[in-house]
């Protein structure tokens, strides 16, 4: 869809880190229609048990979509328990293929806290190379932030927060209501 014909949703910020032995995702919790801020409390990181495994994942972009890919996601899990690259991979191949998901406007971290992954409409799996991730309007923010203090003494938690901070005063379309969520293996 053409940006002049999407309505003006602007996304959100979703940043995963992964350190010490633990990943975590935040969102902030803003949701904006053109310059308007329609809802500042979204909860756009969420905690899934899809076969009795733990896995934490965030969205930024339309949030019924987000919810479709996160329910397909569900399904792919249960088909392939335990193997969150594999699932990813899925349904990045049917996003891709099937002319229904093809128009869903969204994207997504996911973790079960050894792998960290990126999953968007374009058919993408990634996988970070520096232990960061983020998406949404705020994302390279939040990731540079992120990238300068990883090697600092900060845990996961402490690195996705201060990166959230900044993303935060910076990007209009984040605030700083933020659900984190920790995950270890």
């Known amino acids: 869809m053409a940006e002049s014909e999407f309505p003006g949703w ?25 310059q308007t801020v329609i809802k500042g409390t979204a909860r756009k990181v969420r905690r899934l048990t ?11 972009g339309s949030t ?9 996601l569900e399904a792919k899990l249960e088909v392939t328990p335990g193997q969150l690259a594999r ?18 406007e969204a994207m997504l971290i996911v973790t079960d ?13 990634l996988e970070p190379e520096h232990d960061v991730t983020a998406i949404g309007s ?3 923010y939040a990731l540079a932030a992120a990238r300068a203090i990883m090697d600092s003494d900060k845990s ?26 920790t995950i270890e293996k």
Not at 64 to 72: G, H, K, P, Q, S
Not at 87 to 104: F, I, M, N, P, S
Request: proline share 1%.
């Open 138 to 140: 705020g994302g390279n």
């Open 10 to 34: 602007h996304g959100t910020t979703i940043i995963g880190v992964k350190k010490g032995g633990k990943v975590v995702i935040a969102g902030d919790g803003q949701v904006s229609l053109g």
């Open 113 to 125: 806290g050894d792998g960290l992954f990126v999953v968007t409409g374009a058919g993408d799996v």
């Open 87 to 104: 699932a990813c991979v899925e349904l990045a191949k049917d996003w891709r293929t099937d002319k229904y998901l093809q128009k869903l």
């Open 50 to 60: 899809p076969g009795g495994h733990e896995i934490v994942a965030g969205f930024a």
């Open 64 to 72: 019924a979509d987000a919810f479709t890919l996160l329910e397909r």
């Open 156 to 181: 996961a938690e402490e690195i996705a927060r201060t990166a959230m901070a900044i993303a935060a005063d910076i990007c209009v379309y984040t605030n700083g209501n933020l659900i984190v969520e």
